[in-house]
């Protein structure tokens, strides 16, 4: 696991630098780079074979690929460059590989410790908790609008909890990460301090790293190409700046449902407290059956 973090970390490193360079690029005025434009056509950045492949090892979903003029993006490679896409196409993906692994997150089983079952009742408490403070206090407009926010409040954590909503909004292509998944990073969200999700934790935020820093590539490559050649069509003959913005958006995000997580926030108070069992495990152990987590642990 920590492999995995320094590696993740190095690349976020390496997209750094690449970030940086445009600042280099963009001491070019618009008329030098006129003057040897015509020698990069019709090479176009959507052609390069080696940003694809990153894009595909990563996880972009191509339902949700933006089409480059009314083509499948593949449909620019022949021969073996065709071959490696289709192929990575077909391999496991980084976000399909997160999210097996966030499937497995110890304590999320319902005859163990079961997490998700506390924390729902947890919310459901404290929200009613909230209601009768509220409820207390004399009417009066800041009453009102107090009422109005508690009420925006449960809509959004109990959506939480609607596992058909998460299915529809995964088959749109809103969600990236299985229910059982982003059950798995909220958990390890919330016990982040513990010994065992600490490393856990800080592969979860190198992989936000990663997803702002490409999303950083792709919008200063967008302002640079604006600077550069305007509303002109790309050398590649994409529509250049009008394209290159659409792929500036949550549909070429990978792992948008990381940032997400912080949507569902709550006071330290409801997140459920570890029994001593669970604790011991997070605290010391590497591997155990899910049947070491008994719900009848005190807490």
Known sequence: MLKMVTRMQRI?????????????????????????????????????????????????????????????????????????????????????????????????????????????????????????????????????????????????????????????????????LSYKAMKGALMIYFYREEPRFQVPFQLLTSLMDIDVLMTKWRYNHVCMVHRMIGSKAGTGGSSGYQYLRSTVSDRYKVFVDLFNLSTYLVPRSWIPKLNPTLHKFLYTAECCDSSYFSSDDSE
């Open 12 to 176: 976020a490193i390496i997209l750094k630098l690449l970030v940086e360079q445009f600042s280099v690029l963009e001491t070019m005025t618009a008329l030098d780079f006129f003057d040897f434009r015509d020698y990069l056509s019709p090479a176009s950045g959507f052609q390069s074979l080696q940003f694809r492949l990153l894009e595909n090892k990563i996880g972009v979903p191509q339902s949700l690929r933006v089409p480059y003029n009314r083509r499948h993006y593949r449909d620019n490679f022949k021969g073996k460059e065709s071959e490696l896409l289709l192929k990575s196409e077909q391999e496991p993906s980084l976000l399909q590989l997160v999210k097996a692994w966030l499937e497995r997150t110890p304590g999320l089983e319902p005859e163990g410790f079961n997490f998700w079952g506390k924390f729902e009742a947890n919310v459901l408490n404290g929200l009613e908790q909230e209601y009768t403070i509220v409820q207390a206090k004399e009417d009066s407009e800041e009453k009102e609008d107090q009422m109005a926010e508690l009420q925006k409040q449960k809509e959004v954590l109990m959506s939480l909890f609607d596992e058909k909503l998460h299915e529809h909004l995964f088959s749109k292509g809103d969600r990236r």
